[in-house]
């Protein structure tokens, strides 16, 4: 038994013997009774299909309901029979609202839409789940490492990598084969900066991505194919803990110049990380990194192959517009759809009373599609400024930490597909099914005509 399974047995006896320790969430006698709304937003439906066609129950909510009672999702990791429901945020607005309230809506109890077990939230998400105080002490020693001289320092190898990247897909289709734009080059380049970045081995990186990968596919029955999700969750969560462990052995006696040593060596006030804590902050990282930024490459490069003039348009001052455009690229492609929040203390939002235990689910894609906020907001317009978007949460102590890394390596990527294949023509994805992750899985991409 390694370390990680010894901590996560021990965890499961104290769960089950000291009850009394266990944080859970409040609860009231009034979510039982309350009446679902008639526009399901929970259903396995409603969430295979793709955000321009959820979109227009989405603008209904937004105008008649903007917070909504709605009944438990469809398919749930952890199904729980006396699960009342939860309300769906959907404006912008009302978002802010929650996100910027961390103490009564807190993140401790889960971030997504059912009850996962304590242990898992500890292994798999990190800060990402917890509360201040524990938040602030997790991700003040984590961003002592991930600063801006860091993403400045690698800013070259990033555009490097992506040139190389790039042209590797080119040569590949002007050689005959068939080139995907997911697994030949949106793929990659977060790819290879997360394990260059914290010094993963490169015969372990796409062992570490599938993982990733498995602790998102909980929801989409293509990934799952049949096997049990939760099951699956903690299988991906525990092959990256278990390879972490072992490289920050290694980095105890062999320090490296990368960000896994770094976190190793992080201290503040005397406080540094546990070994369970690094492990639980690369799961989470491995899923950010590789996931959010392959997919808003992908739906992205979708956006400009089916509007040619914002294509056009960025492509005749590319350093003088990228800037917006990647703005646009994260508002249009609005990958992660949703988060959850537990109510502690009563509180009006918008007009309802949310009540201590109730779930509240933020739903970024639909704040980004928020008429009040956006002109035409479903027009895809890379001149889109001011572009207050929801692609990295609404603000708070959540916002996330690999907002401007995703940024330059966005900014690199597209630069490479304009100097190589300007005339780039893309196929129709085929998206990933889940209620979590608006993502592509493979998407046909021809390189066009040489420049």
Avoid at 218 to 240: F, H, K
Avoid at 269 to 274: Q, Y
Avoid at 291 to 303: E, G
Avoid at 376 to 382: A, I
Wanted: charged share 25%; aromatic share 8%.
């Amino acid at each position: 038994m390694t370390s990680i399974e010894n901590d996560l047995f021990c965890a499961d006896v104290s769960f089950d013997d000291e009850d009394d320790n266990i944080d859970t969430p409040p609860t009231n006698d009034v979510a039982a009774t309350r009446r679902h709304d008639p526009l399901n937003v929970s259903s396995d439906a409603f969430w295979d299909l793709d955000l321009p066609e959820r979109e227009p129950i989405f603008a209904e909510l937004r105008r008649d309901r903007p917070i909504s009672w709605q009944p438990p999702i469809e398919t749930a990791v952890s199904p729980d029979p006396d699960d009342p429901g939860y309300w769906a945020v959907v404006r912008h607005k009302d978002i802010l609202d929650i996100s910027q309230n961390s103490d009564v809506f807190v993140s401790r109890y889960g971030v997504m839409f059912d009850m996962l077990p304590p242990v898992f939230l500890e292994m798999a998400m990190s800060f990402l789940a917890m509360d201040n105080p524990q938040h602030h002490k997790v991700r003040r020693l984590v961003s002592s490492v991930f600063t801006p001289r860091q993403i400045r320092r690698i800013e070259s190898d990033i555009a490097e990598r992506a040139q190389r990247i790039v042209a590797a897909a080119v040569d590949k289709a002007r050689a005959g084969a068939e080139v995907d734009f997911v697994n030949d080059v949106a793929r990659h380049l977060p790819t290879e900066m997360f394990g260059y970045m914290f010094g993963f081995p490169e015969e372990l990186r796409a062992t570490v991505v599938h993982a990733a990968d498995e602790t998102q596919a909980w929801a989409d029955p293509v990934l799952l194919a049949g096997r049990d999700p939760a099951e699956v969750q903690v299988e991906g969560a525990l092959t990256i803990h278990e390879i972490t462990e072992e490289l920050i052995e290694r980095r105890r006696s062999e320090p490296a110049e990368d960000l896994l040593t770094a976190l190793v060596q992080a201290e503040i006030d005397g406080e540094k990380l546990s070994d369970f804590e690094i492990g639980a902050t690369m799961v989470l990282f491995s899923v950010a990194a590789n996931d959010t930024t392959r997919h808003t490459t992908s739906l992205a490069a979708k956006a400009l192959n089916d509007y040619p003039d914002q294509r056009q348009w960025l492509w005749e001052d590319f350093d003088g517009r990228i800037g917006l455009a990647t703005e646009e690229f994260l508002r249009w492609g609005s990958v992660v759809q949703n988060f959850r929040r537990t109510c502690v203390t009563p509180y009006e939002l918008a007009g309802q009373q949310i009540l201590p235990g109730d779930k509240v689910v933020m739903m970024y894609a639909s704040g980004n599609r928020d008429e009040t906020v956006f002109t035409d907001p479903n027009t895809f317009d890379l001149q889109r400024n001011p572009n207050p978007h929801m692609a990295f949460g609404g603000g708070g102590i959540h916002y996330c930490l690999g907002s401007q890394l995703a940024k330059v390596m966005l900014r690199s990527l597209f630069r490479e597909l304009r100097e190589q294949t300007p005339n780039f023509v893309t196929g129709e994805p085929e998206l990933l099914r889940t209620n979590f992750i608006r993502g592509v899985l493979s998407m046909p991409f021809d390189p066009g005509a040489a420049p």
